[in-house]
């Protein structure tokens, strides 16, 4: 894997690690904070498409200037002159040929009945390894040509969620095949469409596993994208796609008819161009869900993540930094860390105490622990086995992780591609592990490492609100904990770093953006959303750098509206 082991070896998978919670948090959640409808660019008379706040967009549907008729016509032709032509970023596997219909029926129910909340008419793509129904005419697949054609019992219960709030589901987003879950190659890389890559680096690591929807959601693709995280998967595509990533508390969000990689870790998140974008479909896919049994623990109203909005949020709270940590597995490039060190000063200027160095207080066992490993082994076989055999149609005859591993052989022209993406060493680890006494114990003691004895311990020594990490470094004692992390842009390396060599995709490059990640205890997305807001709005670096020219789709709304553009 060469040059690509920094980002997209074990740390990056969508994999590994859990939690406990404290109750150091207090005032926030119950207050009443008007919503605002943050302002975006126009062309002509309409949002420009790359930036476009779903508000924007509710607002211009709501006033009649376009149509969400036009708003799918002019993604679906930005995702044409991108995914596979001109820079082929290889963001998107495939559109919902049942989107323009959606969106017709939605238009019309606008003008009888009125919009059904925020999310009405708006596109959302979602990560290929989420379910939706089969006769809307999309796959399922998590990028792999296993699953092609497989018959999902019924939508993801986020999916459903979304489509009963009004948004078009657009289309299904690449992806690291199964999560990063196959074996170790490159991020971004799925044997259905190919190898994705950066809209900020040509060529550039997507970062994975939720490649796709950062790429896209990243150059206006669509309005938003969901994501899934095990470790890493949702806040590392958005930190190296210049984006907002929610990756909330295990239990939040309902992984029924999602592909799995662990039970105990997997989790599914918004991944947006703003913390409100985010906050809007937060609102919107969290709560409970009894064929997820992990979403009845959670606390009992789904609060409204948009009241968290107030860019005073940071008054008086008080933020940790765990130093030491920067050095796990990745050593941090300079620039990552001097943009990081700038930030506290802003977070101070917004009224915060940081609290530096406040490192973990079990830093040596977390840094030593491979508990996590242990646990999604056996949940990788145990999670793929019962989600395949609840599937209703599987035309390739796949039934089991033996019979994935057995069909990649097969196919292994198709699958196993040289030079880069020939591994199924998790697989085949998997396929070998069994659910014995160090399984069980390596369950309790990853809650323990990264919750009572890791972020909370730590949290309550220094009585801290949340811990504050560079996004690259941020994800594993959260997801072996299955606590949130919040995480918005902070930067982009300098424009005269060197292009990393392609392998095939490049590590690095000038501009590449990197992200910087608030960390909390089980269930505190709505306190963790308002300090990243505060800082967003402080500082609003996402805007600071576009993608390369290339990688810009042209098409806008004032290409389609009125019917004057035709696919
Ligand atoms: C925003 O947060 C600040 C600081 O916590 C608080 O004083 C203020 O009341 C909040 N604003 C609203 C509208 O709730
Ligand atoms: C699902 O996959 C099949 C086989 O490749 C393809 O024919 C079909 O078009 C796919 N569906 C969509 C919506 O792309
Ligand atoms: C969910 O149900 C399974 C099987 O019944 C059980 O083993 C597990 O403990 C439950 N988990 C939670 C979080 O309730
Ligand atoms: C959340 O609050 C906003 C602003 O008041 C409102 O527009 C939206 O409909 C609410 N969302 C939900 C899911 O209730
Ligand atoms: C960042 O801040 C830490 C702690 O104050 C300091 O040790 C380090 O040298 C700073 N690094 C950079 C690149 O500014
Ligand atoms: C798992 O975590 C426990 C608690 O920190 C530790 O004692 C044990 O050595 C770890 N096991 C492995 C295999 O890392
Ligand atoms: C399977 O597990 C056994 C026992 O842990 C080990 O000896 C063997 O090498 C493993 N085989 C593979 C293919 O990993």
Redesign the pocket.
């Given at each position: 894997m060469g040059a690509q082991k920094g980002v997209s070896g074990l740390g990056w998978l969508a994999l590994v690690t859990v939690t406990v919670s404290l109750c150091i948090q207090a005032a926030y959640a119950d207050e009443q904070v008007p919503f605002q409808l943050p302002e975006a660019d126009r062309v002509g008379p309409f949002p420009e498409l790359y930036e476009a706040s779903i508000s924007e967009l509710q607002k211009g549907l709501q006033n009649g200037e376009f149509s969400s008729v036009d708003l799918v016509q002019a993604y679906l032709a930005r995702i044409e002159e991108v995914n596979l032509k001109g820079p082929a970023l290889r963001a998107v596997i495939e559109t919902n040929p049942s989107a323009l219909q959606q969106a017709a029926e939605l238009d019309n129910e606008r003008r009888t009945s009125g919009p059904r909340g925020l999310l009405h008419g708006i596109p959302i793509l979602l990560k290929d390894n989420i379910a939706t129904l089969h006769s809307e005419g999309m796959n399922t697949t998590a990028g792999s040509y296993a699953l092609l054609h497989s018959v999902v019992p019924r939508d993801a219960h986020v999916a459903a969620k979304l489509r009963d709030a009004g948004a078009v589901l657009l289309g299904k987003a690449s992806m690291s095949e199964w999560s990063s879950a196959r074996g170790t190659f490159p991020s971004g890389f799925s044997a259905r469409i190919g190898q994705g890559s950066s809209p900020y680096v040509p060529l550039g690591n997507p970062c994975g596993s939720s490649s796709g929807s950062g790429v896209a959601t990243a150059i206006g693709l669509a309005a938003a994208a969901l994501g899934t995280e095990t470790d890493g998967s949702i806040v590392c595509p958005s930190s190296f796609n210049n984006l907002v990533g929610v990756k909330p508390t295990v239990g939040l969000t309902s992984r029924n008819g999602v592909i799995p990689i662990s039970e105990h870790q997997d989790t599914v998140g918004p991944m947006a161009r703003s913390v409100a974008d985010a906050a809007i479909l937060l609102s919107i896919i969290a709560g409970p869900d009894p064929r997820d049994?992990?979403t009845?623990?959670q606390p009992p109203a789904v609060p409204n993540y948009t009241k968290a909005l107030n860019a005073s949020a940071l008054r008086g709270v008080r933020l940790g930094v765990p130093r030491r940590f920067f050095n796990y597995r990745n050593r941090l490039d300079e620039h990552i860390i001097a943009a990081f060190n700038s930030s506290l000063d802003t977070m101070r200027a917004l009224g915060a105490t940081i609290v530096d160095p406040a490192d973990f207080v079990n830093h040596e066992e977390l840094v030593v622990s491979t508990n996590e490993s242990i646990v999604i082994d056996v949940d990788l076989k145990h999670g793929l086995n019962k989600y395949i055999s609840e599937l209703v149609h599987v035309p390739t005859g796949v039934k089991d992780l033996a019979g994935l591993i057995a069909f990649n052989e097969a196919h292994a022209d198709l699958e196993l591609v040289p030079p880069y993406w020939t591994s199924q060493s998790q697989f085949i680890t998997s396929q070998n592990s069994s659910a014995d006494q160090a399984y069980y114990d390596a369950i309790i003691a990853n809650r323990e490492l990264g919750g009572k004895h890791g972020i909370d311990a730590t949290l309550h020594k220094y009585g801290l609100d949340a811990l504050l990490l560079p996004t690259l470094v941020s994800s594993m004692p959260a997801a072996i904990a299955g606590y949130p992390i919040v995480m918005v842009p902070l930067g982009f390396l300098p424009p005269d770093t060197p292009l990393a060599p392609a392998e095939p995709t490049r590590i690095s490059g000038p501009n590449q953006p990197f992200g910087i990640a608030f960390i909390g205890t089980a269930w505190k997305e709505f306190q963790l959303i308002s300090y990243a807001y505060a800082y967003e709005q402080a500082t609003h670096t996402r805007l600071k750098v576009r993608a390369f020219p290339e990688a810009v789709p042209t098409t806008q709304l004032a290409d389609v509206v009125g019917g004057r553009f035709h696919t």
């Open positions: 049994n992990y009845l623990v």
